[in-house]
Each structure stands twice: as structure tokens, then as C-alpha cells.
């Protein structure tokens, strides 16, 4: 398929004496917004460092924007890879502002030896507003919220102009209000650059309501895959997080999801 | 005040001892202080000395064995707490008490005298010869352009390792690169600060600077600064009151740290903020 900009074909990884991943395949075309589900421990945040070269494989191939993935072209792929973790334990003393930080996700892309100019500080200035944070662009980055801090992540990730999107429990720590402000702040970056996006959760309620195709996963493989309507229901999260389905539907009733 | 001792070669090489060591160890200090790493650069520190004092056991070069060892220490804990297999603490707490061992193991199979191992411990900046002063000169000049020039990958690493090799940045490398430095600026201070007392001016300078900006190169500015301030003054206030110089001048980095820490602007923010707490609590 000639827009397919993901490619993991029967990966496998592991750490000493757990098996992460157990031979997942998964194409993700250009453009798509896809959510991947599953419990703690299912391998989805494994499968999002196979695809940004941060992981490594025992067995299978990964290929991601046209280039195989050794342990050797990693670094150079991911200038073009945006990735926001959750949020982040950062030192409050920790002497650089929120505008530095973000400029931070353009050092990569710069190279070695080369100092951000005009150009850069103008995309980072951009960035920061489109999220929101123009106004605490001077403060000291351990000075923000939860909220405030993974708002900076997506400027940071912006500001890299990258081409691929992967979010790793971006929501995880935050609260009502800002889980749902950085949900759809999510789909307006997607939206507005046009952006292949990977949205790795455990939570059915920080998935956001416009994902293209949801992936599930449980014990490092794929164990099902379709649109948010054919695989989101009670009996398949049933079996997923193993609870019985009146405990599903008790669990989901008044949810985003419901 | 009798002040012709400044005319004298020796004291002279002390002064410069004291600047360019006071520089090279404040900026190592900065990546120690922000990096959360303290206890690395202490076993570093330890391990130099145990090297030094293998150097003067078997008759060669002491820097050669405290390189040689400052560096083996780091690439071994590092890699252990890099890879999660110990926890940091643990391996630099193994590393550390093996070096300590190693050190006084050296120095009590040690034929005659322990002079030159005492020195070692101690320090004495006021031995140092011209070619003392030009290797310091160009370590720190080294240490000084690394920073310069990959200011940037560096200021991402202290940040956050794992963003930083998110988003290209060759991180490890950089983490690395700072531990060589660390081992090499601990090498060539060693024998004017002492083994014992080397750590405290790394981290001293680099802690009082922390106290009192939120711009990281200001913070490598007044880091670099307190040390050669501690330096400087540590030097007079040993020959005014006739004490050993490498214990004045680590006492007077810890002053300058007390002084920072009480007038912290980020204390007064945070006595502000639990103010302004208290005040909407009632």
C-alpha cells in the first residue's frame, strides 16, 4: 500500500524475562488518527518505541516513513516523529522557561552545531499558541499544572514539524477539564497539520471520540482492530480488561463513550 | 596585610590553579547539580584517588590512574543505571565503597612514607608546577567548549534524557560525554583540592548558583563564578590565618551555598506562595 507510512510486520521485544511484544503486525495509513487500547502491561506504549526507534527488536521489521528501522537510522527518524509522553515529574527549580523547552523539540532537526534563528523562534512563538500558552511562554516550566506542562509537550512536539503524531497516555494525571481541553487540542493538531497520529491509552475515557480505527492489545499482541463503533463494545472490553459486562456498562455510563 | 606573597611563582600558580579549577569543576557541577547525578561525580572523586595512589604504589603517572579510574567507575555505574539493572544508588554505593577500599588498600601497601598519598587526600594548591597549570588550562578549556558549543543537545539532556533522544537528539552520547569531562576535571584538580574535598567544589558552586536563577546560562555563569571566588578566597583566607588551602577553599564554597540558599529568590516565591495559602485558608 503506497500511503502507508507504518509498517511493523511480526515484532517482537522484550526486556530480560518479559516478552513486551509477541509478534504484532499493524499498517497505519497517512492521515489516519488511530487509538490503541488495552490494560496496563498489554505492550502499547513498547509498540509506540518500535515505531520511534526508542525500542529494539528481537524479531520482525519495522518501517516507518519509507525507511527500515535499525538501531543505527533511530535517531535520524525521529526528528520527524513527534512524541508526548505523560506528564512529566519536573524539578520546579529547574532553570529553563516554558518557551525554551519548547524550542527544545526543534534541536533535533537543527543538527549538531547549528543555533535556532529567527525562523525557529517564530515556529516556536506559533506553536505556542496554537496550544494556548503564549502568555506563560516566559515562566520557569516547573512553575505549570499538570495540564499546563503537557500543553507545552504538544507545542514542543508542533515545533518539531513533524510528520508522524504518537501520544503515550497524554492524559494520564490530569483532571476532568484538562483531560478534555488536551483531547481536543490533540485532534486540532492532527486535524490542522495533517498528521499520521498514534494514541496509545488505558483509559477508555481519555480516547478521543474522533479516532479513525482503534487497535486493541492484551498481552503483547493485537487482539482486535475496526472503528471505534465495531470494537468499543461491552462484551469485546469485557473480555479486554477482563471484568464482566454489567461492570462494563456500569463503568462507561455517563462516559464520552456511552 | 602583607600581601608580597602574590609576587611569588608558587602563589601565582596557585591563583590560576584556583581560577581555571574553580571554572572546570562549577561547570561539571552544573550538569551534576541538574542532572541528579551527585553521587556519580562523589564515586568519580573516590576513584581518581584510589587510581592516584596505584600510580604511586607501582611508580607512574598518578593522573594516568585517577583518569584511568575516575572513568572505569563511570562506565560502570553508569551502564548499571542506565540499563535499570541496579538501582543507581546501589551501584554507586558498591563502586564507591570498592574504590574507598582500593585507596587505602594502595596506600598501606605503599613503601615508605605516605606524603605523597596524603597530599593526595588532602590536596595542596600550593605545589602545583607550570605544567600542572597548562594541562588544568586545557581541560578547562575543553570543559568550557563542550559546553559552548553543544550548549543546545546538552541543555535537552539535563532537561529530559528521554525527550531529548525523542526528538534526534543523540542523548547517551551526550551523557557520556559528560562523565569523560566529569573524570578528566576531577583528574586534573585532584592534587590541588584533594581527593576527599574534590566533590564539594564541584557541587558547591553549582548549587549556590541553582538558588538563584531560573536561566540556565546564568546558572553556568554564577556557578562558575562561586568557584572561582571559592577558589580565590579559600587561597587568602588559608595563607591570612595559615590553614590548609583545599579545606578553606571547600569551606568557603559551602558559605557561599548557605549565603544563596538563605537569599533564594525561588525560597522567597515559595514563603509567597504558602503566605498567600495560608491567607485564603482563613
Same mark, same amino acid.
Given at each position: 500500500m503506497s500511503n502507508?507510512?507504518?509498517?511493523?510486520?511480526?515484532? +517482537?521485544?522484550?526486556? !530480560?524475562?518479559?516478552?513486551?511484544?509477541?509478534?504484532?503486525?499493524?499498517?497505519?495509513?497517512?492521515?489516519?488518527?488511530?487509538?490503541?487500547?488495552?490494560p496496563n502491561g498489554a505492550g502499547k506504549t513498547t509498540l509506540l518505541?518500535?515505531?520511534?526507534?526508542?525500542? @529494539?527488536? /528481537?524479531?520482525?521489521?519495522?518501517?516507518?516513513?519509507? %525507511? !527500515?528501522?535499525? !538501531?543505527?537510522?533511530? %535517531? $535520524?527518524?525521529?526528528?520527524?516523529? =513527534?512524541?508526548?509522553?505523560?506528564?512529566?515529574?519536573?524539578?520546579?527549580?529547574?532553570?529553563?522557561?516554558?518557551?525554551?523547552?519548547?524550542?527544545? =523539540?526543534?534541536?533535533?532537526?537543527?543538527?549538531? /552545531? !547549528?543555533?535556532?534563528?529567527?525562523r525557529d523562534w517564530k515556529v516556536v512563538d506559533e506553536a505556542l499558541e496554537l496550544v494556548g500558552m503564549n502568555h506563560l511562554a516566559r515562566r520557569p516550566i516547573g512553575h505549570l499544572s499538570g495540564g499546563e506542562q503537557q500543553r507545552v509537550a504538544l507545542a514542543r512536539c508542533l515545533a518539531q514539524e513533524p510528520e508522524l503524531f504518537l501520544l503515550d497516555e497524554p492524559t494520564a494525571s490530569l483532571d476532568w477539564r484538562a483531560r478534555i481541553d488536551i483531547l481536543e487540542l490533540v485532534r486540532l493538531v492532527h486535524d490542522s497539520r495533517h498528521l499520521t497520529t498514534m494514541f496509545v491509552t488505558h483509559d477508555l475515557g481519555s480516547l478521543p471520540l474522533a479516532c479513525d480505527r482503534v487497535v486493541l492489545m492484551k498481552e503483547g499482541l493485537i487482539w482486535g482492530e475496526g472503528s471505534p463503533s465495531e470494537v468499543l463494545t461491552n462484551e469485546k472490553l469485557s473480555q479486554l480488561y477482563d471484568i464482566p459486562i454489567s461492570a462494563v456498562k456500569e463503568r462507561r455510563r455517563g462516559t464520552i463513550l456511552a | 596585610m602583607d600581601l608580597s606573597i602574590?609576587?611569588?611563582?608558587?602563589?601565582?600558580?596557585?591563583?590560576?590553579?584556583?581560577?581555571?579549577?574553580?571554572?572546570? *569543576?562549577?561547570?561539571?557541577?552544573?550538569?551534576?547539580?541538574?542532572? %541528579?547525578?551527585? $553521587?556519580?561525580?562523589? *564515586?568519580?572523586? @573516590?576513584?581518581?584517588?584510589?587510581?592516584?595512589?596505584?600510580?604511586?604504589?607501582?611508580?607512574?603517572?598518578?593522573?594516568?590512574?585517577?583518569?584511568?579510574?575516575?572513568?572505569?567507575?563511570?562506565?560502570? +555505574?553508569?551502564?548499571?543505571?542506565?540499563?535499570?539493572?541496579?538501582?543507581?544508588?546501589?551501584?554507586?554505593?558498591?563502586?564507591?565503597?570498592?574504590?574507598?577500599?582500593?585507596? $587505602?588498600?594502595?596506600?598501606?601497601?605503599?613503601?615508605?612514607?605516605?606524603?605523597?598519598?596524603?597530599?593526595?587526600?588532602?590536596?595542596? &594548591?600550593?605545589?602545583?608546577?607550570?605544567?600542572? &597549570?597548562?594541562?588544568?588550562?586545557i581541560v578547562t578549556i575543553v570543559v568550557v567548549g563542550v559546553v559552548f558549543i553543544f550548549y543546545k543537545e546538552i541543555q535537552a539532556t539535563i532537561f529530559h534524557r528521554d525527550m531529548a533522544l525523542a526528538v534526534g537528539i543523540p542523548a547517551t552520547i551526550i551523557l557520556y560525554g559528560i562523565l569523560f569531562l566529569t573524570g578528566a576535571t576531577i583528574t586534573v584538580t585532584l592534587r590541588s583540592i584533594g581527593g576527599l574535598l574534590i566533590f564539594s567544589l564541584i557541587l558547591n558552586p553549582a548549587a549556590a548558583a541553582y538558588q538563584l536563577t531560573y536561566s540556565l546560562k546564568r546558572m553556568f555563569l554564577l556557578a562558575a563564578g562561586f568557584g572561582v571566588l571559592s577558589g580565590w578566597m579559600g587561597l587568602l583566607f588559608s595563607y591570612l590565618f595559615n590553614i590548609p588551602s583545599g579545606a578553606t577553599i571547600v569551606v568557603t564554597s559551602s558559605v557561599i551555598f548557605m549565603i544563596a540558599a538563605v537569599f533564594s529568590p525561588k525560597r522567597k516565591v515559595k514563603g509567597w506562595q504558602q503566605k498567600l495559602l495560608v491567607g485564603e485558608g482563613q
Amino acid at each position: 500500500m503506497s500511503n502507508t507510512v507504518i509498517n511493523i510486520k511480526n515484532a +517482537v521485544v522484550s526486556y !530480560r524475562e518479559d516478552v513486551a511484544l509477541r509478534g504484532v503486525s499493524l499498517k497505519v495509513k497517512s492521515g489516519e488518527f488511530v487509538g490503541i487500547v488495552g490494560p496496563n502491561g498489554a505492550g502499547k506504549t513498547t509498540l509506540l518505541t518500535i515505531v520511534n526507534g526508542l525500542g @529494539h527488536l /528481537l524479531h520482525g521489521q519495522v518501517t516507518v516513513l519509507g %525507511h !527500515r528501522l535499525t !538501531r543505527g537510522n533511530g %535517531h $535520524f527518524l525521529r526528528k520527524r516523529v =513527534g512524541y508526548v509522553a505523560q506528564v512529566q515529574n519536573i524539578d520546579p527549580r529547574m532553570p529553563l522557561s516554558v518557551r525554551e523547552v519548547v524550542m527544545i =523539540g526543534r534541536y533535533g532537526l537543527l543538527g549538531l /552545531l !547549528r543555533r535556532p534563528g529567527k525562523r525557529d523562534w517564530k515556529v516556536v512563538d506559533e506553536a505556542l499558541e496554537l496550544v494556548g500558552m503564549n502568555h506563560l511562554a516566559r515562566r520557569p516550566i516547573g512553575h505549570l499544572s499538570g495540564g499546563e506542562q503537557q500543553r507545552v509537550a504538544l507545542a514542543r512536539c508542533l515545533a518539531q514539524e513533524p510528520e508522524l503524531f504518537l501520544l503515550d497516555e497524554p492524559t494520564a494525571s490530569l483532571d476532568w477539564r484538562a483531560r478534555i481541553d488536551i483531547l481536543e487540542l490533540v485532534r486540532l493538531v492532527h486535524d490542522s497539520r495533517h498528521l499520521t497520529t498514534m494514541f496509545v491509552t488505558h483509559d477508555l475515557g481519555s480516547l478521543p471520540l474522533a479516532c479513525d480505527r482503534v487497535v486493541l492489545m492484551k498481552e503483547g499482541l493485537i487482539w482486535g482492530e475496526g472503528s471505534p463503533s465495531e470494537v468499543l463494545t461491552n462484551e469485546k472490553l469485557s473480555q479486554l480488561y477482563d471484568i464482566p459486562i454489567s461492570a462494563v456498562k456500569e463503568r462507561r455510563r455517563g462516559t464520552i463513550l456511552a | 596585610m602583607d600581601l608580597s606573597i602574590f609576587s611569588y611563582q608558587f602563589m601565582q600558580n596557585a591563583i590560576l590553579a584556583a581560577f581555571l579549577g574553580g571554572i572546570a *569543576c562549577a561547570t561539571i557541577g552544573v550538569f551534576v547539580v541538574l542532572m %541528579h547525578m551527585p $553521587f556519580i561525580g562523589v *564515586c568519580m572523586a @573516590h576513584a581518581a584517588f584510589a587510581g592516584a595512589l596505584l600510580g604511586l604504589w607501582l611508580d607512574f603517572n598518578p593522573l594516568i590512574g585517577a583518569f584511568a579510574f575516575s572513568l572505569l567507575s563511570a562506565a560502570i +555505574v553508569g551502564p548499571l543505571a542506565d540499563r535499570g539493572q541496579l538501582s543507581p544508588e546501589t551501584s554507586v554505593g558498591v563502586i564507591f565503597s570498592l574504590m574507598l577500599g582500593l585507596a $587505602f588498600l594502595f596506600m598501606g601497601l605503599m613503601p615508605g612514607t605516605k606524603s605523597g598519598a596524603l597530599e593526595l587526600l588532602w590536596g595542596s &594548591i600550593l605545589t602545583n608546577t607550570r605544567s600542572d &597549570i597548562i594541562f588544568l588550562g586545557i581541560v578547562t578549556i575543553v570543559v568550557v567548549g563542550v559546553v559552548f558549543i553543544f550548549y543546545k543537545e546538552i541543555q535537552a539532556t539535563i532537561f529530559h534524557r528521554d525527550m531529548a533522544l525523542a526528538v534526534g537528539i543523540p542523548a547517551t552520547i551526550i551523557l557520556y560525554g559528560i562523565l569523560f569531562l566529569t573524570g578528566a576535571t576531577i583528574t586534573v584538580t585532584l592534587r590541588s583540592i584533594g581527593g576527599l574535598l574534590i566533590f564539594s567544589l564541584i557541587l558547591n558552586p553549582a548549587a549556590a548558583a541553582y538558588q538563584l536563577t531560573y536561566s540556565l546560562k546564568r546558572m553556568f555563569l554564577l556557578a562558575a563564578g562561586f568557584g572561582v571566588l571559592s577558589g580565590w578566597m579559600g587561597l587568602l583566607f588559608s595563607y591570612l590565618f595559615n590553614i590548609p588551602s583545599g579545606a578553606t577553599i571547600v569551606v568557603t564554597s559551602s558559605v557561599i551555598f548557605m549565603i544563596a540558599a538563605v537569599f533564594s529568590p525561588k525560597r522567597k516565591v515559595k514563603g509567597w506562595q504558602q503566605k498567600l495559602l495560608v491567607g485564603e485558608g482563613q
